[in-house]
């Protein structure tokens, strides 16, 4: 049996446990506060024994390409620099830290965010192909609005250059590894999507862009640790017809690790930005908020709009599976084909949850390491409790993700918990006991 207090080693970097904080908004931008943001977001989790921290999805260029308020952008080599403060943190503590490389191609603010389309009237998004005649309809309907601009093939190696570029940046800042996103609708998973990928050049095959962007990192960062998510299309809408299998991502799972990354997370989305994301309870709460319902009306263009997003909002609460590790069958059936460390996240909310799926007993063991996202939001310093035996307080109601799309910072917003977390924060609950766990 694999103990989640088990060291691992990730393409030749010691992580000193299986536990790690799954990537999540930390809301952070890059103002002149970015750096104290992202240190007093990820310092805790390090400190309270977490050995491996995911910062969140960063943009790899300077412009577009943010899937909501306040992500982070890292093309600027000084201010990636600055992050080494943050780096320096995560190793005070004995953690390891990885930066999440990404850009969201269709599913960029530009595409759905009223507010800012105004600010940005001239931006484009970034596209594997023209988009797919759902989207369109959708845009003609109003309800999002496409201005896509198809990358050429010189354009496509430009941004794998760019991914490489990003990661040797991070590796000066003293990042541990790097984590390509491609999965959630970002632009890496619509180059692996036949739903999007209608190309006819050599990136017609969206492994192709991975191997690529694996290519730049090398040249850029040296052997520094690559990991990436690896989707498969499982909870496409039925009349979504071209999707990837859990076939197609056992394969991309295989290929990804023969060309030389060192880990893999895999996970099974949808084709679209929808709640298989964040997969939970309706949340109500934040729907409701008065103070936000101006906001969410600026977001989606009218108060009419925003009601219809919250309607649909609740349908795709219903639709998705929530039981905790929904990834895990699927990461199981890769940790069978590849010989790389796999990761699974997914709905983790107890430490029997996280020893069920590390543990061998008489079947393959899920994953070789277990990860959480928002129950971060509730308890900074979760890793303590967890690495001791207790279970997160996290209900995935979903509260702290909804006003996300107002540039509002990820917290728990259900009253309850944020009591509980204070006594338990009182009791001494989050110390790290003498020997680190």
């Not at 600010?119 to 797919?132: C, Y």
């Amino acid at each position: 049996m694999t103990a989640l207090t088990e060291p691992i080693d990730i393409g030749g970097v010691t992580v000193p446990n299986r536990l790690y904080r799954a990537p999540v908004l930390e809301c952070a931008g890059n103002g002149p506060d970015a750096v104290d943001t992202l240190v007093d977001e990820l310092e805790p989790t390090a400190e309270s024994g977490v050995g491996l921290v995911f910062q969140g999805a960063s943009i790899v260029t300077d412009r577009g390409g943010c899937a909501a308020p306040n992500m982070t952008r890292v093309h600027d080599q000084s201010f990636v620099a600055r992050l080494e403060r943050l780096t320096d943190a995560v190793h005070d503590h004995g953690g390891r830290a990885f930066l999440q490389l990404a850009h969201g191609g269709l599913r960029s603010m530009a595409t759905w965010h009223a507010g800012y389309r105004n600010r940005h009237p001239d931006q484009r998004q970034l596209a594997v192909s023209r988009p797919p005649w759902q989207l369109r309809l959708l845009d003609r309907a109003g309800l999002i609005s496409l201005r896509p601009e198809v990358l050429t093939t010189e354009d496509v190696w430009d941004l794998a250059e760019q991914f490489g570029r990003c990661a040797g940046y991070a590796a000066d800042a003293g990042y541990d590894g790097i984590h390509l996103s491609a999965a959630n609708m970002s632009l890496v998973q619509q180059f692996l999507s036949p739903f999007y990928n209608r190309r006819d050049d050599e990136f017609a095959d969206g492994v192709r862009f991975m191997e690529a962007i694996h290519d730049a990192v090398r040249d850029h960062a040296g052997s520094i640790p690559l990991v990436t998510k690896v989707p498969a299309e499982t909870d496409a809408p039925k009349f979504v017809r071209r999707h990837l299998s859990r076939a197609d991502g056992l394969d991309i799972a295989e290929r990804v690790a023969g060309i030389g990354y060192d880990g893999v997370v895999p996970v099974e989305v949808s084709t679209f930005w929808d709640m298989s994301i964040v997969r939970g309870a309706f949340p109500d709460r934040a729907w409701d908020a008065s103070d936000l319902q101006a906001d969410y009306a600026s977001v989606f263009g009218s108060r009419l709009r925003a009601r219809a997003v919250e309607l649909l909002n609740r349908w795709q609460a219903r639709r998705f599976d929530h039981e905790p590790g929904w990834n895990a069958e699927f990461c199981r059936a890769v940790r069978e084909r590849v010989g790389v460390p796999v990761l699974l996240e997914g709905g983790l909310r107890t430490r029997a949850d996280c020893d069920r799926y590390l543990a061998a007993d008489d079947d393959t063991p899920a994953a070789d390491l277990v990860g959480m996202a928002r129950p971060f939001y509730a308890e900074p310093r979760l890793g303590a409790r967890l690495l001791a035996g207790e279970d997160a307080l996290c209900e995935s109601c979903n509260n702290c993700t909804i006003p996300q799309v107002t540039g509002e910072p990820g917290r728990c917003r259900t009253p309850s918990i944020v009591r509980e977390q204070g006594r338990l924060a009182e009791a001494g609950a989050y110390e790290r006991n003498s020997d680190g766990k």
